[in-house]
């Protein structure tokens, strides 16, 4: 988890793109405390959002109940957590269960 600073820092992402895709629901950003956001590195690759996050947040209820579930192994994915699956090209799988599971 890094906030906007950090991100920008680590990976080169301008704090006003990554605010700009978290208002499109393209990013997970986690509150923290009252007004903070805090974004969990994981969902990034090569300095991008992971093809699959959007979708994940446009069928979860809110961004924590997107994120937890991306990161808990699941039975229907072979006992992989979504994100991984994201990551090695699963995106259809991934939001055929997603669309079950917050149906």
């Known amino acids: ?7 920008e820092d680590n990976l080169g992402i301008p704090r ?9 629901g393209m990013v997970v950003g986690l509150l923290r405390g009252t007004r903070k956001l805090t974004y969990p590195l994981d969902q ?16 979860a ?8 579930w991306l990161r808990q192994p699941h039975g229907a994915l072979n006992n992989r957590a979504p994100l991984d699956a994201l990551k090695a090209g699963d995106r259809q799988e991934v939001v055929i269960v997603a669309e079950r599971d917050f149906a």
Not at 1 to 7: I, N, P, R, S
Not at 61 to 68: G, I, N, V
Request: charged letters at 20%; hydrophobic letters at 50%.
């Open 1 to 7: 988890m890094a906030g906007a600073g950090e991100v």
């Open 16 to 24: 006003s793109t990554l605010s700009s895709w978290q208002q499109k």
């Open 44 to 59: 990034f690759v090569d300095a991008r959002p992971l093809e699959g996050i959007a979708d994940i947040l446009r069928l």
């Open 61 to 68: 209820p809110e961004a924590r109940s997107a994120w937890l």
